[in-house]
């Protein structure tokens, strides 16, 4: 791991603020600026007829600086760890809490992940956001989110860190309910961004208490400190129960933002917001918070073990049946949207299952690279959507992969793309995928969690099932009979500004996987070993996941060439009438994704009529317990205590004043002094300060 900090460049507490503050203020420049816009007198030549040009470049060139400047931080902070320290307040006798930054490998990959995602987002949504009202919000939003990310990365303090989690809380459902004013779109998206808020408001309790307690009895909330366990004042007297509860509701708010089971329910329904943001908020950036906090203060969890292994592998048994759970959501939904959403959930999994096994390096890197193929995964489905809309004309259909099929003859970019983003979700080597995932599988060989053996073999079976829905999206959106032609026949590809962010991205999916995996293992002095062929579980995943991709093509193909006729009719015609063996596929593949979506829908419709129920419940037994107490409080105590007391005691101080004024020269110049003397001992405070 790293080291204690090291002395702070000059240059780099410079920097350092640059990622939360200037996203920060241009998010409130961007906001208002309706109010000033109509002043700007020029306009450029590229924007043509588009009136949201200002807020679109105030963003882009915003976002393009904190990637320069994630960029420097990383470099500077690569393998050394650099605590930045800006101000220090005292809500303990003699435990200062400091509002610094810490720059170190993991925050530094971490803040230019999210920071180049956000740009090259942001320079997508210039042709997918066009004509979309109240571009102002949109952007605005974009840049609240992108500083409480790097707010959460860059945080040094936990009071800091709590502070951002909850605006990135509050950005997310404002992303999500984005499209509030369609009449389409509009009431799924205002709730599902309440339900957003109010399952990670859940778990949040939990975590505010876990982080609380944690910075109340360790006496200090400074990240660096808390990575050090035997430096702490508590550890001496706290024992393991106390540590135990802390970090169990740290690590169930970390599931709750990050949709892990039982907190899934809200995030498939956060697909209604618009494919930008989902690529940005649900690319495992903003749901990755979670699995990030967990990475931030992984040795406090490593020291854990000495005490007991159950925690350890309780995340790595959720991490393992939510990776397995989500893969069969995926593989029956036909919103290419959710199926990408639960695909995140999955792959979310994963990461939790490494960091309980005990690896940091496979879930780090997993955390990482993810990032990028998944964003690059959605990216490729905006452009799908984009294009489909304007012939199908409803949002909803156009997301319907049953409406989809032969779109790589017309959207061969979008295609190429696409098809890298699910080679590296599968782990096919050499995507960037297979790099993190085989560490994950090797991770669960050598752990010495009890479930370890258990937890591997699930996220094995989850492999079969994340190659099972990956090749189904892509020959349902791809390949196949073009389904959308019976409504029209102009179909674009993506345009200039949407193709430069999917080639872009696509580029850095590419070298993604060997690049950070070999970066966290130098820099964090890992002892894992690189993905290797011969490891019996990473064989038998990646086996599966391919077995899984090529099943549905497989069936598919077969289904379009019997149509034409040929030997393939005569071998499948005796299959499909004499065996049933299309019927069999069907009972099979579809019946139980049938079942299975039912069930979730049910449960999922339970589980927000209880949160949402018991939100109003809260809410009402609070309003009339107010009520009932500002009456009485107004009835016995404010009219009587204060009101009548307020009126008596200005009639008495009346009458100290005049006994005062009784002649006597000497007491007027005691009291003048007196008062000179106050007035100047809190002056002197005010510009000085007084140390105590």
Do not use: C
């Amino acid at each position: 791991m790293e080291g204690a900090s090291h002395q702070v460049p000059p240059s780099l507490a410079l920097v350092a603020p640059v990622p939360i503050a200037l996203p920060l203020v241009i998010s409130i420049i961007v906001l208002l600026s309706p109010l000033y816009k109509k002043k700007i007198k020029f306009k450029p030549l590229w924007a043509g007829d588009r009136e949201d040009w200002w807020e679109w470049s105030l963003a882009v060139a915003t976002a393009g600086v904190v990637v320069l400047a994630t960029a420097y931080l990383l470099a500077e902070g690569y393998g050394k760890s650099y605590e930045i320290k800006y101000y220090s307040w005292y809500p303990l006798p003699s435990h200062p809490n400091d509002f610094s930054l810490l720059i170190d490998t993991i925050s530094g990959i971490m803040a230019i992940v999210v920071a180049t995602i956000t740009f090259l987002d942001l320079v997508y949504s210039w042709e997918y956001m066009a004509g979309a009202r109240g571009p102002n919000r949109y952007y605005s939003e974009m840049m609240l989110f992108l500083a409480s990310m790097e707010g959460i990365v860059l945080s040094g303090n936990l009071v800091l860190i709590m502070l951002f989690w909850e605006l990135v809380g509050a950005a997310s459902f404002l992303l999500i309910s984005y499209y509030w004013y369609d009449p389409i779109i509009g009431p799924n998206a205002v709730r599902a961004g309440r339900k957003a808020i109010l399952v990670t408001r859940v778990a949040d309790l939990f975590f505010l208490a876990g982080l609380g307690a944690l910075i109340a009895l360790a006496g200090t909330g400074n990240v660096l400190e808390l990575q050090h366990y035997e430096t702490l004042a508590f550890q001496k007297w706290l024992g393991a129960a106390a540590l135990t509860a802390i970090l169990v509701g740290i690590t169930i708010g970390a599931f709750g933002k990050s949709a892990q089971v039982p907190f899934w329910p809200w995030l498939s329904d956060a697909m209604e917001g618009p494919t930008t943001v989902s690529a940005v908020l649900h690319s495992a950036t903003m749901v990755a918070a979670g699995a990030y906090l967990i990475a931030r203060l992984f040795p406090l969890y490593e020291e854990f073990i000495a005490f007991n292994l159950a925690l350890m592998d309780f995340i790595a048994i959720v991490g393992a049946v939510t990776a397995l759970v989500a893969g069969l959501f995926g593989a029956a939904a036909r919103d290419i949207k959710k199926v990408i959403a639960f695909s995140t959930m999955s792959q979310l999994g994963y990461m939790f299952a490494a960091l309980g096994l005990g690896s940091l390096v496979a879930g780090a890197a997993h955390l990482y690279i993810h990032a990028f193929f998944k964003a690059l995964l959605f990216l490729g489905a905006g452009a799908v959507i984009h294009s489909l809309e304007h012939v199908l004309h409803h949002p909803y259909k156009a997301r319907d992969m049953f409406n989809m099929g032969g779109l790589w003859r017309y959207m061969k970019v979008t295609f190429v793309v696409t098809l890298i983003a699910l080679l590296s979700l599968i782990g096919l080597p050499p995507f960037s995928g297979w790099w993190s995932k085989e560490l994950i599988i090797e991770s669960a060989l050598h752990s010495p969690v009890p479930h370890a053996l258990a937890v591997g073999v699930t996220l094995t079976l989850a492999a079969g099932l994340t190659g099972f829905y990956s090749g189904r999206l892509l020959y349902l959106t791809f390949f196949g009979k073009p389904r959308w032609k019976a409504h029209g026949e102009h179909l674009h590809d993506a345009g200039p500004a949407m193709k430069f962010a999917l080639v872009t991205l696509a580029l850095i999916v590419l070298v993604s996987g060997p690049t950070i995996t070999f970066a966290l293992k130098k820099a964090l002095r890992a002892h894992e070993g690189l993905p290797r062929y011969e490891l019996p579980l990473g064989n038998a995943a990646l086996t599966l996941a391919i077995i899984g991709f090529l099943t549905p093509i497989t069936y598919y193909v077969l289904m379009g060439v019997a149509e034409r006729g040929g030997i393939i009719r005569k071998v499948w015609y005796p299959l499909y009438k004499e065996f049933w063996f299309h019927e069999f596929f069907h009972s099979v593949a579809n019946f139980w994704a049938y079942a299975l979506s039912k069930a979730v829908d049910a449960v999922e419709r339970a589980y927000t009529a209880f949160l949402v129920g018991m939100a109003f419940f809260i809410g009402r037994a609070y309003a009339w317990g107010w009520a009932v107490s500002v009456r009485l409080a107004d009835e016995d105590y404010w009219d009587v205590k204060v009101i009548d007391g307020l009126a008596r005691s200005v009639v008495k101080l009346g009458k100290k004043a005049l006994e005062l004024q009784n002649g006597d020269i000497n007491l007027y110049v005691a009291l003048s002094a007196a008062g000179l003397t106050l007035l100047m001992f809190v002056t002197l405070i005010l510009l000085f300060g007084v140390g105590w």
